[in-house]
């Protein structure tokens, strides 16, 4: 391990959220303070840093701000921004309260470049300075059904974080726990939850970290609710059923977030109609969906590709931006995202909702059911226009890590984490890997997920 001296990260958080607010401060003592309701108040003043503050704090903690050791510095100052923008939309709206007239809009958003120049030179240093600091774990991959966990690490650039010192199946190591004396570092793919509780046992008490893949079982128990019976500690899984008050109160941002965008957006979406309707087919594509509890519904988009996309080849997957059915019309929206908006009229009507695991069409899912059962299990809640697998997977990702992502959303369903979604969604609208294809043969027949421990 490096020997270098180490500030506790939890300073760095701390001064990076003093450098954020100080443009704010300036921009609220020498502008938008003196014309208020409330002049000179300094309990006011404390009183709304402390809210903004903590705001700030939980949305670049929802959206994995401050974790340097694993992210770019793109991501980690892109998080940093989506958090300035949301917290400066609340501060200007209390202002506006608290204001006798309107206030000016210039000194808010010079404040909030101000608070964009500070996050990227933060995010730059601290994330030069972790791994200035800190000497890359030796790290160890033990496997069963899953393969290339050291492939994905240096795909993503974790090289600087985990250095690889040994690959091996899982029976070897319960036959030698020595090769993992030099590690720091474990990772546990796909492995069954008997060898896999020995393996991480044996981790626990060696005091090293480890990192594991969780299994369908292993997530739908992250959300069983804790109760005291027979004098034991019981887990308790069941169905998955949001409470009374977070459906009414999940419905009611549906409602008040699809309305108005259609209102908003109805320019853009006129333009995008006429553009589409220029190739001679219908603006609008309806497709059969599944939603909460297996219900069909007919699921709107502008349509991307020829009208006869699907005459020979039947229900297949898009294979992105080489699939030969796209328009040119097609491609530019996709690209855009514009292709999604109509589905905010079925938001409206109820059949999906803003966030929720992507609706399936029926064909697929009856075929990615005949080797993979559990992935029925989506539709406990109703589909959703984006998800948390979405906002952490690709769209090439496999069928059964999506089921994992969806299973981690469905498992703890809440507001709060509804709200972090939308606005990681942001993030992902300027990522090209989101829109990856899935390759030009490949049509639903090839989807058979790695299941050769379907029973265990």
């Not at 308790?236 to 977030?257: G, N």
Request: glycine fraction near 6%.
């Amino acid at each position: 391990m490096s020997k270098k001296w180490k500030i506790p990260f939890s300073i760095l958080k701390f001064v990076n959220i003093i450098l954020l607010f100080l443009p704010f401060a300036v921009c609220w003592y020498e502008y938008y303070e003196p014309k208020t309701l409330t002049a000179n108040s300094k309990q006011v003043s404390v009183l709304l840093f402390f809210l903004l503050i903590v705001v700030n704090y939980g949305i670049c903690f929802k959206l994995d701000a401050f974790r340097v050791s694993v992210l770019q510095i793109r991501d980690i100052f892109f998080s940093q921004v989506l958090a300035i923008g949301f917290t400066d939309v609340i501060a200007y709206i209390l202002i506006w309260m608290l204001s006798i007239h309107m206030p000016r809009l210039l000194p808010g958003v010079l404040c909030f470049v101000s608070q964009c120049i500070v996050a990227l030179i933060w995010s730059f240093a601290v994330h030069r300075y972790y791994f200035w600091t800190h000497d890359p774990l030796p790290s160890v991959v033990i496997y069963d059904v899953r393969h290339g966990m050291e492939d994905l690490i240096q795909e993503y650039g974790l090289q600087k974080r985990f250095k690889i010192i040994g690959t091996y199946p899982v029976e070897d190591i319960l036959e030698h726990f020595e090769y993992l004396q030099d590690a720091e570092a474990v990772f546990i793919c796909g492995v069954h939850s008997h060898d896999r509780n020995i393996v991480l046992k044996h981790c626990i008490y060696n005091k090293i970290k480890v990192f594991q893949i969780p299994r369908v079982g292993d997530v739908m128990m992250s959300g069983a609710e804790k109760i005291h019976m027979l004098h034991l500690p019981i887990l308790k899984s069941q169905y998955q059923e949001m409470s009374i008050e977070t459906r009414a109160i999940k419905r009611l941002i549906d409602i008040i977030i699809s309305g108005t965008a259609l209102i908003l957006l109805s320019p853009i979406m006129l333009i995008v109609t006429l553009l589409v309707k220029s190739d001679g087919g219908p603006a609008f594509y309806k497709q059969k969906r599944l939603t909460q509890g297996n219900r069909v519904f007919e699921i709107i988009k502008f349509r991307s590709m020829r009208v006869d996309a699907e005459k020979l080849s039947g229900p297949v997957l898009s294979a992105g931006e080489d699939d030969p059915r796209i328009t040119k019309v097609g491609r530019f929206i996709r690209a855009c995202r514009l292709d999604e908006l109509p589905q905010l009229i079925n938001i409206l009507k109820g059949d999906m909702s803003i966030v929720g695991p992507r609706p399936e069409r029926p064909e697929i899912a009856a075929e990615i059911q005949k080797t993979m059962p559990e992935f029925q299990l989506r539709t406990q809640v109703k589909a959703g226009l984006t998800g948390y697998a979405q906002v952490y997977g690709k769209y090439n990702t496999t069928f059964y890590d999506k089921l994992l992502m969806d299973l981690t959303y469905i498992a703890k369903p809440s507001i709060v984490e509804d709200l972090a979604i939308m606005l990681a969604t942001v993030k992902i609208l300027f990522s090209k890997e989101s829109t990856e294809g899935v390759g030009k043969e490949q049509p639903m027949m090839m989807y058979e997920e790695h299941r050769k421990d379907s029973n265990r």
